[in-house]
């Protein structure tokens, strides 16, 4: 009866670099709840969501690349640590790398990302600058499955938010983050529930 309730957990591995505030609401409002745990966060920069993932109790790897280290090795350490864990999901949230084809296909439709634009409209950097500097009227934010091309995979889901004039890079920030910290988890759990 236990291993049927432990094999009936979804694993997720979060990868998260950057302040963590999408890790934070996965803790908030995934984490060991409704038959999702998240077993593990990896970040490559000394970043906030290690500290996150202390406080909640979550084993966190620090995993810089080193100097002469390939992308190629460095992706396999990576998916060494990653592989401990069993993940059902591989979640990224602000993890700035590109991951290579080898580990990518090793985890078909089981690697998924959130990006600040409406994609396939601006991919990268410099979302929210970019938009106002175009002029556009609509902007948002998109879940995606994760390929060997730079926010390029299969479109899950997308938000869409109006601009208005007086919006700066900072409020298109702020608006974008604050709908994330509610669709990423919902998205998520669906796709746990077998339900994309
Ligand atoms: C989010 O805006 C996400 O869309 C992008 O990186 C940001 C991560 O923010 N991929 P945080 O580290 O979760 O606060």
């Known amino acids: 009866m236990l291993a049927t309730l432990i094999n009936d957990i979804k694993r997720l591995v979060v990868l998260s670099s950057g302040i963590g505030s999408n890790l934070q609401a996965m803790i908030d409002t995934l984490h060991d709840q409704d038959g999702i745990t998240i077993a593990a966060v990896v970040s490559d920069k000394p970043s906030p969501s290690l500290k996150r993932a202390i406080k909640a109790d979550i084993p966190c790897l620090f995993l810089p690349q080193q100097k002469k280290q390939s992308n190629t090795d460095y992706d396999n350490l990576l998916d060494r640590f990653i592989q401990l864990f069993h993940p059902d999901l591989i979640v990224l949230s602000g993890f700035m790398r590109i991951l290579s084809a080898k580990f990518v296909d090793q985890y078909p439709n089981k690697i998924i990302n959130i990006h600040p634009s409406l994609l ?61 910290h509610v669709f990423y988890p919902k998205i998520i759990k669906q796709i746990c529930q077998g339900n994309p």
């Open 120 to 180: 396939p409209k601006y991919k990268g950097l410099n979302t929210h600058r970019r938009v106002l500097e175009n002029g556009e009227k609509v902007h948002g934010t998109t879940i995606h499955f994760v390929n060997q091309f730079l926010d390029s995979g299969e479109i899950i889901a997308q938000k869409i938010i109006e601009i208005t004039q007086d919006d700066t890079v900072e409020s298109l920030k702020r608006k974008i983050k604050y709908i994330e």
